[in-house]
């Protein structure tokens, strides 16, 4: 009689747990994509960071092609991580953001954990042109926003770990057009992708070359 008792106290503590849990995960990524959007109008963005428009600009890009592994080369601290990285929460899918300061990684990871993306997203601290050749698997997006005349060696690592459909991202081609000159002819004269350039936003009056690597 005694042990009925306990089993039915224990099915019923199992029970309003799990649904108290349930509760406060449904709540908390409520409250999340809420707090979400006010960190990034609150952050104080400095002039490495991408611009908002071109932030979203990346984000409806992921979301659009349903992006489900992508790369990021240069995260400073973390602006675009973040707005690419809410997308690829959406997709189910995984960003990996490479930087090289230590201060910046350190940044960069304190503010994807104040917003919850930590899982989603990961920093790697290091030279890109480094730890790109360690990253495993298959791409389906880039964005490489790094130092401006080692863009075609950034893409040339990452380039064998394409799939066909990804979309490849590069920042600044407007005002540094003649510093990653070979990039750009690079994509553009090559058969393998659709390419072209953009204007998202006018804050820095600079530009996004976005490429389609065609199936
Ligand atoms: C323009 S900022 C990136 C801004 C960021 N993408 C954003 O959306 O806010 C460029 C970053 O690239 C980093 N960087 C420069 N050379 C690098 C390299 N070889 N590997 C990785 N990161 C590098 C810099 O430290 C800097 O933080």
Redesign the pocket.
């Known amino acids: 009689m005694r042990r009925r008792r306990l089993l039915i106290l224990i099915s019923c503590v199992t029970v309003v747990g799990f649904g108290a849990l349930l509760a406060y995960s449904g709540e908390r990524k409520k409250m999340s994509s809420q707090a979400r959007e006010q960190f990034i109008k609150d952050f104080q963005?400095s002039p490495?960071?991408?611009t908002i428009g071109?932030?979203m600009m990346?984000r409806i890009l992921v979301e659009g092609t349903g992006a489900k592994r992508g790369i990021?080369?240069?995260?400073?601290?973390?602006?675009?991580?973040i707005?690419m990285g809410i997308a690829f929460e959406r997709t189910g899918g995984h960003l990996y953001?490479?930087?090289?300061?230590p201060k910046?990684v350190k940044d960069c990871r304190a503010n994807l954990q104040k917003v919850a993306l930590d899982k989603t997203v990961t920093c790697i601290e290091?030279?890109?042109?480094k730890?790109l050749p360690k990253l495993e698997g298959e791409f389906d997006f880039v964005?490489i926003?790094?130092?401006k005349r080692?863009y075609l060696k950034?893409f040339k690592l990452i380039e064998p770990k394409l799939k066909p459909g990804a979309v490849i991202v590069g920042?600044?081609v407007i005002r540094s057009a003649r510093a990653m000159k070979d990039f750009l002819d690079y994509l553009q004269k090559s058969p393998n992708y659709d390419t072209v350039i953009i204007r998202a936003s006018m804050e820095k009056n600079d530009g996004l070359s976005i490429s389609y690597k065609i199936k």
Do not use: K
């Open positions: 963005r490495l960071n991408t071109d932030a990346l990021e080369v240069g995260s400073a601290n973390g602006f675009g991580a707005n953001t490479l930087e090289i300061s910046m290091g030279d890109a042109l730890t964005f926003d790094a130092v080692d950034y920042d600044n």
